[in-house]
């Protein structure tokens, strides 16, 4: 499965970041899939921000959980996110990731795309 992120790389502080992964070679509907967004800021480890299962249901970090939205076009076989009132400190560079199990940590992924870098300025 390859999975390409896209979106801007500047969003201004109290903005919505909006992001979007693109899959192709597998469906984001394939039974038992689940479909991350992750980031690393700089200088730091990388962070779990959320999940999108394939069947349409979502949970999130909790430290993030109300600034917060995954959703999904399953007619593009995409999903994306979107962090609302950011901050410098959502510098970072996001990726998405999939893997076969509900987990809610930022390593084991069975694909994960380049990543994209997103900075936070005004």
């Known amino acids: 499965v390859q999975l390409q992120e896209s979106g801007p790389g500047l969003v201004k502080p109290s903005q919505t970041l909006s992001l979007a992964c693109t899959v192709s070679g597998g469906s984001i509907t394939s039974a038992y899939s689940y479909w991350n967004w992750i980031r690393q800021p700089p200088g730091k480890e990388m962070e779990w921000i959320g999940y999108?299962?394939?069947?349409?249901?979502?949970y999130y970090s909790p430290s993030l959980e109300s600034r917060t939205s995954i959703a999904r076009d399953t007619s593009k076989n995409q999903f994306t996110l979107q962090l609302s009132s950011v901050t410098p400190d959502d510098t970072a560079v996001y990726y998405c990731?999939?893997?076969?199990?509900?987990?809610?940590?930022?390593?084991?992924?069975?694909?994960r795309g380049q990543g994209t870098q997103v900075t936070v300025s005004s």
């Open positions: 999108i299962s394939y069947d349409g249901d979502t």
């Open positions: 990731a999939t893997r076969m199990y509900p987990k809610t940590y930022a390593d084991e992924f069975d694909d």
